[in-house]
C-alpha cells in the first residue's frame, strides 16, 4: 500500500530523501529448497512530512507478510542486550514505584528477554507478539504471550484476566505500526488512569542521521522518531512525554516514557532533547538530501573494497544476518559474487538463505573452521562484543570490515 499523507498529521505534503530502491522484507530468509521461487521486492523510500517533521516509508508491506511467515527474529542474544533488557526493566520498575503483582504489558514481546526481567521484579506479566514461531518459544520459557497483533480483541483479553496496566512497553515496536492512532486508542484503554506508563524505545533518528545508519532502515520500521512531532501527535490523545532517556544500543536508541497528562511531572530531559533536534535541523530539506549523497558515497565504497579483494582473490564472508544487514547487501548487491556465506548465532537463521542475495546461513562457529580472510561484520551496533568473542579469528589473520558509519578495517583487537 502507497501511503500519501503523514502518518501523525493526515498532511499530504510529503517530500522524498531518501531512495534505496526495491527490497525483499528483511526477515524473509528462505530455505534451500526455495531458491529458485520468485521473491517479491517493495520500494524502500523514506519521506518526510513539511507540516510535521514526521519520517516514514512511503510503502506499507502487510503485517501478516512482515510477521506471520516464520518470522526468525530473536531478541538480542548478545551479552550487551540481556544487559540492557535487565536495567530497562529494573530501572522502570524503580523510578515509577511498581509494587508486586503489578502488570507489565510488552508489545511486540518476541521471547520475552525484557518481560523475564519484570517478571524477576515480582510483576505480573503479558506479552503479545503476531509470529507464532516466537509464541511458542515464549511461552515454552513461562512468558505468557498472546499470539495476536496489538488489537481491540488482545487488550479485551488482557482487560478481562488482568485489568489495567501500570506498564505498557513497546521496543522496536512503536515504529512497526501503520495506524498509529488506533494503536494508542488501545493503549489508552489499557493503560491504568492515573499511575500507568507507556514506554516506547526506538533507534533515534538523530543518530540515524549523524551516524549514516541507513541499514536501520527496512520494511518493518515504517517511521523514524522524533520527538517533536510525537509530542503534538500525543496530545490529540490526552498524553505527554514526561521523559527521555538516551541509550547506546542499535546504534543509539531513545526510550520515551509517556503518561496521561498531569500524571507525572516532566523531566528536564524531553526540553533538552527537543533543543537537540531543533539544533540539528533535521527538518532541512538541504541536511536530508545530503544524507542522500552520503549514503550513495558509502555503498560506492563499500562495492569498490570488496571488489578489490575479491579480485585479489580474499575469502570474505558476512558475521552475523540481522535485518539491518540485510538492507545493507540487498542497496549494495552483495551477493555470492563478494560474500561465501554468512554466519549466526541465531538458530532460526541458520540453515537459511538471506533474503534478495541468498547468502547461506551458518553457525558463528564456521569462521573459526574456515578462517576468511575478511568478516563483512553486519551487526556493526554490538562490534565490540562481536569482535571481542572472535579474538582466535583476528590471531589466524582474519581482518573484520565495519560498514558503518564509515567503511574501515579492523585488523587486531585494541
Known sequence: MIL????????????????LGFHPPSDQF??????????????????????CGFKQLNYVV????????????????????????????????????????????DI??????????????????????????????ANKKGIATINSFFD????????????KAKIITGTNVFAHVHDLKLFLKNIKKLIHETQGVFVIEVPYFLNLV??????????????????????KFLRKFNLEVIDIQEKDIHGGSIRIFISGKGNYKKKKSVNKIC???IKAKLNSKEILLDFQKKVTKNRLYLISLLTRLKKANKNVVALSAP??????????????????????????????????????????????KTKPDYALLLAWNFSKEIIKNNTKYLKTGGKFIIPIPRVKIIKRVK
Not at 506471520?68 to 523510578?95: C, M, R
Not at 549523524?210 to 509530542?231: F, G, M, Q
Not at 559474487?337 to 546461513?361: C, H, R, W
Open 62 to 105: 502487510k503485517p501478516e507478510i512482515l510477521y506471520q511467515q516464520n518470522y526468525p527474529y530473536e531478541s538480542s542474544l548478545t551479552i550487551t542486550g540481556k544487559k540492557h533488557w535487565k536495567e530497562f526493566a529494573d530501572s522502570t520498575v524503580k523510578d515509577y514505584n511498581l509494587a508486586k503483582n503489578d502488570l507489565a504489558v
Open 275 to 277: 533543543k537537540n533536534e
Open 4 to 19: 500519501y499523507k503523514c502518518r501523525l498529521c493526515d498532511k499530504k505534503n510529503m517530500f522524498k530523501f531518501l531512495d
Open 210 to 231: 549523524k551516524n549514516l545508519e541507513y541499514d536501520t532502515i527496512y520494511h518493518e520500521h515504517l517511521s523514524y522518531i522524533t520527538v517533536i512531532p510525537l509530542i
Open 152 to 163: 481491540q480483541k488482545a487488550v479485551r483479553k488482557i482487560l478481562k484476566i488482568h485489568g
Open 323 to 368: 535485518a539491518k544487514g540485510m538492507t545493507l547487501l540487498n542497496y549494495t548487491k552483495l551477493d555470492s559474487d563478494f560474500l561465501d556465506y554468512a554466519t549466526e548465532k541465531s538458530k532460526i537463521k541458520q540453515g537459511l538463505l538471506t533474503p534478495g542475495v541468498n547468502i547461506p546461513v551458518y553457525s558463528d562457529q564456521k569462521i573459526l
Open 30 to 51: 528462505k530455505k534451500k529448497k526455495e531458491i529458485d521461487f520468485p521473491t517479491l521486492y517493495y520500494p524502500l523510500k523514506v519521506y518526510s512530512c513539511k507540516s
Open 108 to 137: 511486540g514481546s518476541n521471547t520475552g528477554v525484557l518481560l523475564q526481567s519484570f517478571k524477576n521484579n515480582r510483576l505480573k506479566i503479558v506479552g503479545v507478539d503476531p509470529a507464532k514461531n516466537i509464541c511458542k518459544i
